[in-house]
């Protein structure tokens, strides 16, 4: 084929963005989701079609939409519907949540009805082997090789503070900002009694609260209030008795899917009911909502609790030991 390689002015300026203000406010933002949203469906996007004259364009997500891998089922007058892929484990629905329509509508994902297996073997037999052997990437894309730590010291200055024991209100040790650190995380300081985990940022101290054990009762909830949602191809019906909408929710990528219940309210939040409590749900992070194979929309954070360390329960964790099936078995410890 003769391909013609264009390469696109980077993006540096990247302390003007949504990005880097949503790290110095101490949240901890979708990075892949973001690029997706603004930069290769949106800037990328509109580079090809405008400057290029593409018709559509084509990118190596695993994911289908309703319009076919090739836009074989194209419909100019229908919106588009995004579903996961064929291969369940390389599924990329969760990172394009954000994707807007009209990018979608002429987009092409050629691998969506592949398992990533035959992917190789389809490489292979072509004489690319550097594409078979190549190994998974799991970075974030415009970060390239260099470790996300001192990729975002770049742009936000270090403000030290203390982590503080949620129990007792003991100094255990100090970190170098907000920025550095994530709810769930493990904090590695050598010397303590057992494993810290923040569980918390309080802007108003600059300290972060951790507690002992990953599986601590304080890092699980089952509710979520989210900010105003984006669906990918129209508002979902809600029950007109009940008001509610009964779907599933993933909050990380490779997380099994957890059923859930949608109540809208008069601001355009989302109020979410958890069936089973998950860990670590953090603010500024975007949660997906899906009916069957189909990625419905997503939402950006804005509250998440009471914890069951604040409702004075106690997490059953056998299924976060297992797959899906034992998944189900945290039921029983739900209100």
């Given at each position: 084929m003769r391909l013609v390689f264009v390469r696109l002015r980077r993006i540096t300026k990247m302390h003007n963005g949504y990005l880097i203000e949503q790290y110095e406010n101490g949240y901890t933002p979708n990075p892949d989701i973001l690029c997706n949203k603004y930069i290769k469906f949106d800037h990328f996007f509109n580079f090809a079609c405008n400057k290029l004259q593409a018709d559509a364009i084509a990118t190596g997500h695993y994911v289908r939409t309703s319009f076919g891998s090739y836009l074989e089922h194209f419909k100019p007058d229908t919106n588009v519907s995004l579903f996961q892929a064929r291969d369940a484990e390389k599924d990329q629905t969760f990172f394009l949540c954000q994707v807007p329509q009209q990018a979608l509508r002429y987009s092409m994902f050629p691998l969506g009805e592949y398992l990533k297996k035959d992917v190789k073997q389809i490489a292979w037999k072509a004489g690319l082997d550097k594409v078979a052997l190549k190994r998974e990437s799991r970075g974030i894309c415009f970060v390239g090789k260099r470790n996300f730590q001192n990729f975002i010291s770049k742009y936000i200055s270090d403000k030290p503070g203390d982590f503080v024991d949620l129990d007792d209100g003991r100094v255990v040790g100090k970190h170098m900002g907000f920025h550095h650190w994530t709810i769930g995380q493990n904090i590695k300081i050598s010397g303590l009694p057992a494993a810290y985990y923040v569980?918390?940022?309080?802007?108003?101290?600059?300290?972060?609260?951790?507690?002992?054990?990953?599986?601590?009762?304080?890092?699980?909830?089952?509710?979520?209030?989210?900010?105003?949602?984006?669906?990918?191809?129209?508002e979902p019906e809600f029950n007109s008795f009940s008001?509610?909408?009964?779907?599933?929710?993933?909050?990380?990528?490779?997380?099994?899917?957890?059923?859930?219940?949608?109540?809208?309210?008069?601001?355009?939040?989302?109020?979410?009911?958890?069936?089973?409590?998950?860990?670590?749900?953090?603010?500024?992070?975007?949660?997906?909502?899906?009916n069957g194979e189909e990625c419905l929309g997503s939402a950006v954070i804005s509250y998440c609790g009471p914890s069951y360390y604040s409702l004075n329960q106690e997490v059953k964790m056998d299924h976060y030991r297992g797959n899906n099936?034992?998944?189900k078995q945290i039921a029983d410890a739900s209100i």
């Open positions: 569980y918390k940022k309080d802007i108003n101290t600059n300290n972060i609260i951790v507690v002992k054990g990953t599986h601590n009762s304080a890092l699980y909830s089952e509710l979520i209030i989210t900010k105003t949602p984006y669906w990918i191809s129209s008001g509610l909408l009964n779907c599933d929710l993933r909050f990380q990528h490779r997380d099994p899917l957890v059923s859930c219940t949608v109540h809208k309210n008069l601001k355009n939040q989302l109020i979410i009911q958890l069936s089973q409590p998950l860990r670590a749900i953090t603010e500024g992070q975007f949660v997906t909502l899906y099936e034992t998944q």
